[in-house]
């Protein structure tokens, strides 16, 4: 039976990811940083210990897999202050080419990296594809553009299959990112109607992701570099918003807030956290990722492996409501 390394498997998506992986009938070897008692795999799953940044111990846990999907890495934050700071070319592209030499040694036949459509830019006008030049913005963004280059690089040296999956928002039953937030804030009270914007974000089940990988573990050569992977459709954030208010079992608003107020309210939120020193709950960067388009498209990925991605947002709502509510106990 073929071996999988996952890396990063004690996050959201390295979690699902090698339960996915297990139950389509591999063997899956699972990368954490440190043993933790809150992620549970599957009883026969190989856990390893080992962190990016050590050379030999990444050649020791590559060893005898046959593909590597490597999620391990220094995610962003939404702090811009906190992203100037952290040292993501040190995990990102450093660890990267550790786990490559491993890879090699061991004679991996497939990688799959998981980088980020946010090396095109932090929004898009209209809809962006792989045709589109990479512009990344954030010391975050630039490190994995500078990993996928690595990761080509490898692949053309040795002949292994590698691609990238460039991914945005990922959302599930997990706390981590905006989504949980902002079902937190609707349940609370604490959210505003939101108005109709017309804007098109692009997120990505995570269900799908597992689906997708599955497919790039698959691929018989090497093609494209680098796919883009999202659901069936954008999202609009209002359309977004009514859904959760309805998993939360609330009606939907009749009276909007007028975009012109929230605009003003970030306004103030920029002249407070000028003054202050601290971060807001609504400034221009927070509004921008709530009315701004960030919008991609998945039909290279389709076309080429075949993707058709099984989850949509409005079927996820309800298991993301009873992750939310599990979590007040």
């Known amino acids: 039976m073929t071996r999988i390394l996952v890396t990063g498997a004690a996050g959201f998506l390295g979690e699902h990811l090698v339960k996915g992986l297990h139950d389509a009938g591999y063997v899956v070897r699972a990368l954490?940083?440190?043993?933790s008692l809150t992620v549970s795999f599957p009883a026969d799953v190989e856990v390893a210990v080992g962190d990016l940044l050590d050379a030999r111990a990444m050649r020791a846990v590559t060893a005898g897999c046959a593909g590597v999907v490597h999620l391990a890495g220094k995610?962003?934050?939404?702090?811009?202050?906190?992203?100037?700071a952290l040292d993501f070319n040190g995990i990102n592209v450093v660890g990267t080419r550790h786990i490559l030499e491993g890879a090699v040694a061991g004679?991996?036949?497939?990688?799959?990296?998981?980088?980020?459509?946010?090396?095109?830019g932090e929004?898009?006008?209209?809809?962006?594809?792989?045709?589109?030049?990479?512009?990344?913005?954030t010391p975050y963004a630039r490190?994995?553009?500078?990993?996928?280059?690595?990761?080509?690089?490898?692949?053309?040296?040795?002949?292994?299959?590698?691609?990238?999956?460039?991914?945005?928002?990922?959302?599930?039953?997990?706390?981590?990112g905006n989504l949980f937030r902002m079902i937190a804030a609707i349940d609370q009270g604490r959210f505003p109607p939101?108005?109709?914007?017309?804007?098109?974000?692009?997120?990505?089940?995570?269900?799908?992701?597992?689906?997708?990988?599955?497919?790039?573990?698959?691929?018989?050569?090497?093609g494209?570099?680098?796919?883009?992977?999202?659901?069936?459709?954008?999202?609009?954030?209002?359309?977004?918003?009514?859904?959760?208010?309805?998993?939360?079992?609330?009606?939907?608003?009749?009276w909007r807030m007028p975009l012109w107020m929230l605009k003003m309210g970030a306004a103030c939120g920029d002249m407070i956290q000028t003054a202050t020193g601290r971060s807001v709950p609504?400034?221009?960067?927070?509004?921008?990722?709530?009315?701004?388009?960030?919008?991609?498209?998945?039909?290279?990925?389709?076309?080429?492996?075949?993707?058709?991605?099984?989850?949509?947002?409005?079927?996820?709502?309800p298991e993301m409501i009873r992750f939310y509510r599990a979590s007040l106990r």
């Not at 995610?75 to 100037?84: G, M």
């Not at 590698?162 to 997990?174: H, I, K, Q």
């Open 123 to 137: 929004t898009t006008a209209g809809c962006v594809d792989e045709s589109w030049m990479p512009c990344p913005e």
């Open 224 to 254: 494209q570099p680098a796919y883009v992977v999202t659901d069936e459709k954008p999202y609009e954030i209002s359309e977004i918003y009514d859904l959760l208010r309805t998993g939360l079992g609330k009606t939907i608003p009749k």
């Open 282 to 317: 609504v400034n221009s960067s927070t509004l921008e990722k709530l009315i701004g388009s960030a919008w991609y498209s998945a039909a290279a990925i389709t076309r080429d492996l075949g993707y058709c991605p099984p989850y949509r947002f409005i079927d996820a709502v």
């Open 194 to 222: 939101l108005p109709h914007v017309n804007n098109a974000r692009s997120m990505l089940h995570v269900g799908n992701f597992v689906h997708a990988t599955k497919l790039a573990l698959q691929q018989s050569r090497n």
């Open 107 to 120: 004679g991996a036949s497939h990688v799959v990296f998981a980088s980020t459509v946010k090396v095109f």
């Open 75 to 84: 995610a962003h934050v939404l702090n811009e202050k906190q992203s100037a």
């Open 32 to 35: 954490v940083r440190e043993q």
């Open 143 to 176: 490190s994995k553009w500078v990993a996928e280059q690595l990761l080509m690089g490898y692949a053309k040296k040795t002949g292994f299959i590698a691609v990238s999956l460039r991914l945005p928002m990922v959302y599930g039953p997990t706390q981590k």
